[in-house]
């Protein structure tokens, strides 16, 4: 896939303004590797139609039609916006072996991929709220870094 969006990572002048931003749950989830509790994430219940992005960067992660209820408390998704937007890291903290699942711009700390999920992928994307940034279908995409957003507007 071609992909249109400018993969290069913050540079360290845009990751400091974009960090002193950031409050301490967000610094503790996005850039520590910490989880939010589950079941409190203002995006778990949100049925809107629109993209999430990254929290951090804004790069587009995400699709609306690619979520579901999971039931774990976290929101879910079934496939990502584009593979290259996201990298997955394995994990053996907490005495598990799991897939983190990081920004693959700016390497934030999304949450984990497990091989659980509905057809067609299989997998379920298991996300922080805080993670993410959502814009709704017809709003334009986060330009957090003023790259400008290929798509200009969101298209679900």
């Known amino acids: 896939m071609n992909d249109a969006f400018d993969l290069r990572p913050p540079t360290d002048a845009q990751r400091k303004a974009i960090t002193g931003g950031l409050s301490s749950a ?3 989830v996005l850039l520590h590797h910490g989880t939010e509790a589950p079941f409190c994430g203002v995006f778990l219940d949100n049925h809107k139609d629109g993209i999430y992005c990254c929290r951090f960067c804004g790069l587009p992660l995400f699709r609306s039609s690619a979520k579901f209820d999971s039931g774990t408390g976290w929101p ?7 593979e290259s937007h996201i990298r997955r890291i394995r994990d053996n903290s907490h005495g ?3 897939t983190e699942e ?4 700016c390497g934030s700390h999304l949450g ?3 091989p659980d999920g509905p057809p067609p992928s299989g997998e379920r994307h298991c996300l922080n709220s805080i993670s993410l ?6 709003h334009p995409l986060p330009d957090v870094l003023g ?3 290929p798509e200009g507007r969101v298209d679900t």
């Open 102 to 105: 990081v920004c693959a711009r």
């Open 76 to 82: 879910s998704f079934f496939k990502p916006y584009a």
């Open 112 to 114: 984990h991929v497990f």
């Open 96 to 98: 598990m072996v799991r």
């Open 133 to 138: 940034s959502f814009a709704e279908h017809g």
């Open 147 to 149: 790259r400008g957003a």
């Open 26 to 28: 967000e610094r503790e």
